[in-house]
């Protein structure tokens, strides 16, 4: 049975959250267990885009801070790294640590933050919808990675933690072609459990200190959990962290489609938990996006029939553009994978008929300009 540490934390204060982190780790038996003395270890930390630690859109710079002292002192060289969403030029990478207060902690405590923006092709053999992938360069040079993410909810995948992280060493925009081959969240979120099989993370510690809830994983509002989880599972690290801010672990894809290979079961109960106690931090009204809301028409409409897709893309929920709130910057229309979005005046427009309701562009608004709505139809019959 996968092991998940849960430790409370009660804020960033940097000496709490190193004393939490250390305590997850001795927990699962000491860092050392996990990565060797002169390893390069990947701390592969959520930076979405250019968002301040407090919006809790990013894993917060403390967390990475504490994960990155308890390397050096295991002996390893720890590297922070992402590839946000957008372009991955050392110019964005600047601007997105210097927002998240990477840059800050990595000034104060001499952390290496990755500025290689160069790409590979890999092979993965054993990957069941993708079997060559484009990742970032890194990603092939260190001996070790750590999934350090955030708590959140996502306006596509419901939940996202320690798998959908992974997303992140796919460069930029390359993001983009997983969408248009992926278009179904079943699919999508199998190819996040080939990603994570390809990484191999060799722990996973999440940021649940202050998560998001509501419209996530960047237009929702920070909610306090007060804890840090880690584990040497992402899956089961994922059930507990759902689990805690009562998610149903059902309707997580990445969940699911990890329970099929035999990677995780769905259930709490399947997972050993250490250190404090879950009831004690378990949150019963954690709101999830409005448009993932339970729907009683919903498991009508979740097949790949033609009737299904029909009903989905006329009746399903859709990205409406708040105009007066937009500063026409072109983030989403730059990263709407089918081309779906145009700019009229400086505004951005989208055909629906095109729109494969990635929500990329819900995501990336610098300004939470989209919102996603459910048809007036799925909302009456709710
Ligand atoms: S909707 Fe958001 S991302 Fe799109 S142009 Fe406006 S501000 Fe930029
Ligand atoms: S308009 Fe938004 S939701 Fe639709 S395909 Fe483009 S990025 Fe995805």
């Known amino acids: 049975m996968s092991k998940v540490a849960i430790v409370k934390c009660a804020d960033y204060d940097p000496d709490s959250v190193y004393a939490s982190v250390s305590k997850s780790l001795e927990l699962l038996g000491g860092l050392d267990k996990y990565i060797k003395p002169g390893m390069r270890v990947l701390l592969k930390c959520n930076l979405l885009m250019k968002k301040r630690p407090e919006e809790a859109a990013t894993t917060h710079p403390e967390v990475a801070a504490a994960l990155a002292r308890a390397v050096r002192e295991a002996g390893a060289h720890p590297i922070i790294a992402d590839s946000p969403g957008g372009l991955y030029t050392t110019s964005a990478l600047k601007g997105v640590y210097k927002a998240c207060g990477m840059e800050?902690?990595?000034?104060?405590?001499?952390?290496?933050?990755?500025?290689?923006?160069?790409?590979?092709?890999?092979?993965?053999?054993?990957?069941?919808?993708?079997?060559?992938?484009?990742?970032?360069?890194?990603?092939?040079?260190?001996?070790?990675?750590i999934s350090v993410c955030k708590l959140k909810t996502h306006s596509l995948a419901l939940f996202t933690g320690a798998v959908k992280n992974l997303?992140?060493?796919?460069?930029?925009?390359?993001?983009?072609?997983?969408?248009?081959?992926?278009?179904?969240?079943?699919?999508?979120?199998?190819?996040?459990?080939?990603?994570?099989?390809?990484?191999?993370?060799?722990?996973?510690?999440?940021?649940?200190?202050?998560?998001?809830?509501?419209?996530?994983?960047?237009?929702?509002?920070?909610?306090?959990?007060?804890?840090?989880?880690?584990?040497?599972?992402p899956y089961a690290l994922d059930v507990v962290a759902a689990s805690m801010v009562g998610i149903d672990t059902g309707r997580v894809w990445t969940i699911q489609k990890a329970k099929e290979r035999g990677l995780c079961s769905d259930k709490l109960a399947d997972v050993v938990l250490l250190g404090d106690s879950f009831d004690d931090l378990y949150i019963k009204d954690f709101r999830i996006?409005?448009?993932?809301?339970?729907?009683?028409?919903?498991?009508?409409?979740?097949?790949?029939?033609?009737?299904?897709?029909?009903?989905?893309?006329?009746?399903?929920?859709?990205?409406?553009?708040?105009?007066?709130?937009?500063?026409?910057?072109?983030?989403?229309?730059?990263?709407?994978?089918?081309?779906?979005?145009?700019?009229?005046?400086?505004?951005?427009?989208?055909?629906?008929?095109?729109?494969?309701?990635?929500?990329?562009?819900?995501?990336?608004?610098?300004?939470?300009?989209?919102?996603?709505?459910?048809?007036?139809?799925?909302?009456?019959?709710?």
């Not at 290496?112 to 484009?134: D, F, I, M, Q, S």
């Not at 060493?169 to 190819?191: N, W």
């Not at 080939?194 to 060799?202: A, C, F, G, Q, R």
């Open 104 to 145: 800050e902690v990595s000034n104060r405590d001499g952390i290496e933050l990755n500025y290689n923006v160069e790409t590979l092709e890999v092979n993965h053999p054993e990957g069941r919808l993708v079997k060559h992938l484009t990742v970032i360069r890194l990603l092939e040079e260190v001996d070790a990675v």
């Open 167 to 233: 997303f992140g060493v796919i460069p930029g925009t390359a993001k983009a072609e997983y969408h248009l081959r992926m278009k179904r969240i079943e699919d999508f979120s199998d190819m996040l459990v080939d990603i994570s099989t390809y990484v191999k993370p060799v722990l996973s510690v999440m940021d649940a200190v202050v998560g998001m809830e509501g419209e996530g994983p960047s237009a929702g509002t920070p909610r306090k959990i007060g804890a840090i989880l880690a584990s040497p599972s």
């Open 289 to 382: 996006p409005r448009h993932k809301e339970k729907n009683p028409i919903e498991r009508y409409v979740s097949g790949n029939s033609r009737i299904a897709r029909l009903v989905r893309s006329r009746f399903g929920p859709r990205p409406v553009f708040i105009h007066h709130a937009c500063i026409g910057c072109r983030d989403c229309q730059r990263n709407c994978p089918p081309r779906a979005i145009e700019m009229v005046d400086n505004k951005p427009y989208v055909d629906l008929d095109k729109c494969i309701r990635c929500y990329c562009c819900q995501e990336l608004c610098p300004k939470k300009a989209i919102v996603i709505k459910q048809n007036w139809l799925f909302r009456v019959f709710r």
